[in-house]
DNA sequence: CGGTATCCCTGAGGATACTG
DNA sequence: CAGTATCCTCAGGGATACCG
């Protein structure tokens, strides 16, 4: 029974270290927003209007606030053109490509699951 | 500028049908507690009530919830053993285990993100 | 033991109007 | 153009009590 309530505690740690790192990952990628826009920007560079058009839906609230998140966890750029009127551009940072393998990795298995349960529906 | 616009459509098309697995699958894994359970149940099989102690925190209530929408997406399954009292036993599925991958990165990446944001914290 | 049923609260996100 | 400011809604989740 010892044995027993030492293998749980051990478990739980296990789990609880392993979760961490995995919630930071989430934090950054999950809402609403973050991900449309950072697959927006690794087409290319954009400018807040064009970005507020190609993220569907997003009012200039959320594009603001999500970019200067992102900017803050540095995974995207923000250049200020000092031109009349000002022109701001956004960039993927080389750090923010970086997420592209776990992206990548979440489409393939969310493609693969939207299969399957396709499948069942029928 | 017709070509810029054409580019534009493109790009957003582009963009929308890669969201859409991305988001499946982060309707799986987001939330506060479908992950904690998820990790807890790849250390073994577990009972309802060794759950409820292993993921600190959580209320029955949301356990039962989160327990049963993975269950339907048949990432969990649940055996009822018929005893006196009843025993409720949690697993992972086979089509379970195939989230690992994705875990892992995860993981990986919310890791080493970690030890970048402490190393600029200092 | 393995859950439901209720009621409640917070915060993510939306709508709209305004500004340097 | 590139945002702020304000106000508001709603769903995810918590607390507590109860049930077969």
Redesign the pocket.
């Known amino acids: 029974m010892v044995t027993k309530v030492k293998e749980n505690e051990r478990t739980h740690e296990t789990c609880t270290k392993a979760l961490i790192p995995v919630r930071d990952a989430l934090d950054i990628l999950s809402?609403?927003?973050k991900l449309p826009i950072i697959l927006a920007l690794q087409f290319g560079n954009k400018?807040?209007?064009e970005l507020a058009k190609q993220v569907h839906?997003?009012?200039?609230?959320?594009l603001?606030k999500e970019?200067?998140e992102l900017e803050m966890n540095e995974l995207v750029k923000?250049t200020v053109y000092d031109t009349v009127?000002?022109?701001?551009e956004y960039s993927m940072t080389p750090y923010g490509e970086t997420l592209e393998k776990v992206i990548e990795e979440l489409q393939i298995w969310g493609a693969q699951h939207r299969k399957r349960i396709i499948r069942k529906g029928k």
Chains 1, 2 share one sequence.
């Open positions: 809402g609403k927003w400018r807040f209007s839906g997003i009012t200039d609230k959320m603001s970019l200067r923000r009127p000002v022109v701001v």
